[in-house]
């Protein structure tokens, strides 16, 4: 059953964990850059940065979100949580970076589909059976804007190696 909103990923998203050397301002940089490139509005929605006794403790989170149509939105949110950062270099850290990616297909972001018993019926016929194949195209397409972030957060961290 279709709902609102389509998950690309059935089990949370896409994960990366990374363990040593890397680069916090490139990473950062360089997706939200993606973001921008692929025309999402960007917006970071969390930032916390902790000093710990074994190092510091960052957190990130971005929303990136694109207009496809009147009816379609995507939205890509990224979350980085970085622990144990330490100083190497001017550019570099050492830590353990944890970085998420997930993928969301928002169905009627403008609420055209009024709430009720018959539009609520009328929504689930729309959607489960006159544009399952579109909604399929989309989903399929953001899976791949999905991965080719993931794919470039993998080798920002795994360059310093």
Known sequence: MIDREVNVH???????????VFDIDRLYKEIKQAL??????????????????????????FVGERDITDYFKYQ??????????????????????RVSFMGKVLL????????????????????NYLIKDLIKKHRDRLYKETTDLHDLARDILEFNR
């Open 108 to 127: 009627d972001y403008r609420k055209k589909w009024q709430p009720g018993v018959v539009s609520d019926f009328l929504f689930r016929i729309y959607n």
């Open 10 to 20: 059935e089990a949370g998203g896409f994960h990366l964990f990374h363990k040593g």
């Open 36 to 61: 921008l490139d692929r025309e999402y509005d960007f917006y970071e929605k969390k930032h916390s940065d902790k000093d710990k006794p074994k190092g510091k403790e960052i957190e990130y989170k």
């Open 76 to 97: 890509l949110t990224v979350t980085f949580f970085l622990q144990y950062i330490t100083p190497v270099s001017e550019n570099l850290v050492s830590g353990t970076a």
